[in-house]
Every structure is written in C-alpha cells, then in structure tokens.
C-alpha cells in the first residue's frame, strides 16, 4: 500500500511542477508542493517501518516498533507544515495580486489533473481496501482512528485529501477561463491549503496517542484476562497494564495472585505456563511480565514480604 502511493505521488509531483512552472497557476503548484509532501510522507513511513524491524537489545531492548509511530508522527506535521502552509500562503498571495490574469495556460494543467485524479484515485482504491478488511464491520471513525497501525490512515486520508483537492484544483482552473481572473486560481489553493492542514491536524492527533503509549484494545485485554485466569495454579488477576510498542507489538505487565501451596518451581512453571498461553492467542503481546501478587510472597517468605511489599 506505501509502496503504491508512493510510486504515484512520486511521478504525479514531477509533472506537477513541470506544469505549474509553465502555466503560473497557483492552485496547480499547490497540488504540485501536495504531491511532493505526499511522496516525502511514504518514503518516511518507509524508513520507520525499516528502522522498526531492526534490532539492537542493548540499546533498545523492548525493540524499535515504535519507530513507526515516530515516523508517523513526523509525516503528519509535514503535511501540514510542508503542503498546507505554503498553499495558503501562495494562494493568498495570488489574492493579494489580483490584478494579475488568468493562468496563462488551461490545456495542460487539466490534463495532469486529470491524470493525477485517476493515479490518485487507483492508490486511494488500494488504501481503501486494505482498510475495509481492517475494519471489520465497525463504524468507519471509530476503525480509522482507533487502530494501532498508523499506515492505513496515513494513505487513506492523504489520498482522500489528494482527491478532493484535485477536483477542487480543476474546479477552480475552469472558473478562471471563465471569468478571466486569478481570484478563483487563489482561493482554489488557499482551499487545498485548508485541506492539508486538516488531514495534517487529524493524522497529529491520532499518532499523537500512539506515539506516547496507548493500551491494547478492550477486547485483547479481557482475552488476555481471561487467558491468565484460566492458567493452572492461579487464584486471580489484580493488575493487567497494557501498551501498544508498535501495531503488531504489545508490552503486558500483570500482578497475578497464585495458589498460596504452590512451591517456587510451581510457581515458576505456573508464570511459564501463562505466559505461554496468551503467546500462544495473541502474537502480538511479545512482552510479557508478570508479578506474583503480594498476599503469595508473604505466604512464600514472610520476611521478604516485609521488605517488598509497599504498605
């Protein structure tokens, strides 16, 4: 999917600005300065899902998954920096100069859009797919923002915002031949501006959440309660802490309380067997720590519990 839009954007900007240099079209070299955030947006998501497989256990050793958010975090404000901003500003500038004419040509710069509008729209039929099997029958806000994985909404709203900034592009080309001015070449682009900056405000908020550790979901966690409850040797869960590394890596920490008669290689092998059961379900939750519940280790060593026991 990354790959996809990436490739698209990719040939779309360098056409873009080829175009927009020759027409002087401002709503043109905002979709063109689109286009080029657009590409910089998945080479950077690239690099954090490469940097994210890598290793280094004494430097990182809960791993690098949350590269991805990082990255992603990274491409939010791009878009909105890079894109939004500079297509306002040029857009308010062509307002500014309002005596100025037309774009000097209309053939080529409908064309490209024209163009683009498919290439965008065959990269946007990708994204929404892949999130359709994603989203598995919930409502569409809830499983675009509620997801760990920030790809899918990354390219599903740039290329969302790609689309209906190409046909606001268009629409406003026409109505500068047909009235002969630069005012709607202006608001054109100040609109693509406004538009960037929204996708862009949107994407910073949802990786936002990610990148400073959001929980796994309610349903992954009752499962992984229900997991351990269920383990031989265990009386009760008291404490379940949950957080999401990465999409597919989840740190869980549990203070469980054990059968008082178990013995220390009992308990050990009870903490093996739990651990092994929720590896087993769900994948995902890589990081497993588990805490015997204070009323155990008094039972176990009443002088050690003295001391580790918080009162």
Known sequence: MVLAALAANGGIAVVKLVVAAFSGSATMLAEAVHSVADTANQALLLVGMTLAART????????????????????????????????????????RAGHEGPPTSFLWPLVVLGISLVLEASSFTVAMREFQRERRGRPFFEALFSGKDPTIPVVLLEDTGAVIGLLVAMIALVVSLVTGSSLPDGIGSIVIGLLLCGV?????????????????????????????????????????????LGPDSILLALKVRFRRELTVPELEAAIDTLEARIRAEIPAMKRIFVEPDSDYVEALDPERAAVTTPR
């Open 56 to 95: 280094n256990p004494t430097r990182y050793p809960l791993g690098r998954e949350s590269e991805r958010y990082f990255w992603a975090f990274v491409v939010s404000l791009t878009l909105f920096l890079l894109g939004g901003v500079f297509a306002i500003f040029e857009g308010v500038h062509k307002l």
């Open 200 to 244: 862009g405000f949107a994407l910073a908020y949802d990786t936002h959440g990610l990148l400073i550790g959001e929980s796994a979901s309610p349903e992954l966690r009752a499962q992984a309660l229900a997991l351990a409850q269920g383990t031989p040797g265990v009386d009760a869960v008291t404490q379940l802490l949950s957080m999401h």
